[in-house]
């Protein structure tokens, strides 16, 4: 087999295992959701339930997506590498350093929002790259693949925010902060953290759905070109 082959055949696993976390976190996701609400629950406790039943895949599934990093990096695919860090490390921290350290994050309707979306948008997307190794992508995958995050990335963003001001109430008590005075004169804060990041979410958003829309286009082209 050729050096090709052996990279499609990896690429072909790795998005079909990714595919595979993401639509079982979104299926947790959208069942707790909904037998939680029908059964009357608030929604800090139905966030609550969403976090017991998706915590464990969800840090396995998006932490798996490292490897999207290294794989631009060393050109197994085309993706620009800096937008894939972004994207990559953006989810990361959501996860890990807002979800995992600070637990009331992960007890409101931001949580299962932006789980929900993610899944929503990373079912398709993944499904999108397998095919697309072997030419055989469907029709109504390649709309979703650039049509899905129109609505869903503002969505996704938005819980994603949510978590992070609501970690504020928790970290601003002194969580995961080395204060002064200390030996090496140094005062860190989680605190300031959040909202440093919350000031670049800002400009970042534009900046971000921008360069989607602009793969979009360029997807579109290619299609045409190809039917031409």
């Known amino acids: ?10 690429l072909l696993a790795f998005n079909c295992a990714s595919c595979a976390g993401w639509a079982y976190v979104l299926y947790l996701t959208l069942i707790t959701v909904l037998k939680s609400y029908e ?25 798996m997506a490292v490897m999207e990093i290294v794989h631009a990096a060393v050109g197994f695919v085309r993706s620009p590498l800096g937008s894939t860090f972004m994207q990559v490390s953006s989810r990361l921290w959501l996860v890990w350093g807002i979800n995992v ?7 409101q309707f ?7 979306s993610w899944g929503l948008v990373e079912v398709p997307r993944y499904s999108f790259y397998a095919l697309h190794l072997y030419n055989a992508v469907p029709d109504f995958l390649f709309f979703l693949r650039y049509h899905l995050f129109i609505l869903l990335y503002p969505s996704g963003v938005l819980g994603e ?14 969580a995961y902060a080395i204060q002064l005075p200390n030996t090496h004169n ?3 804060s989680l ?3 959040v909202i440093l990041v919350l000031v670049v979410y800002i400009p970042g958003l534009p900046v971000m759905y921008g360069h989607m829309l ?4 360029r997807a579109y082209s290619k299609m045409k070109a190809k039917t031409a």
């Not at 350290?101 to 007890?107: A, E, F, K, Q």
Request: charged letters at 5%; proline letters at 4%.
């Open 214 to 217: 602009t793969q979009r286009n």
């Open 1 to 10: 087999m050729t050096h090709n082959g052996l990279l499609n055949l990896y």
């Open 161 to 174: 925010v949510l978590c992070m001001v609501s970690s504020l109430s928790f970290l601003s008590a002194g």
């Open 186 to 188: 140094v005062s860190v």
């Open 39 to 63: 059964s009357g629950q608030e929604w800090d406790q139905i966030a609550q339930n969403t976090w017991n039943a998706v915590s464990l895949p969800l840090k396995v599934v998006q932490t």
């Open 110 to 116: 931001g949580f299962p929002l932006m789980v929900a």
């Open 101 to 107: 350290l600070c637990p009331v994050s992960r007890y």
């Open 191 to 193: 605190y300031l953290v």
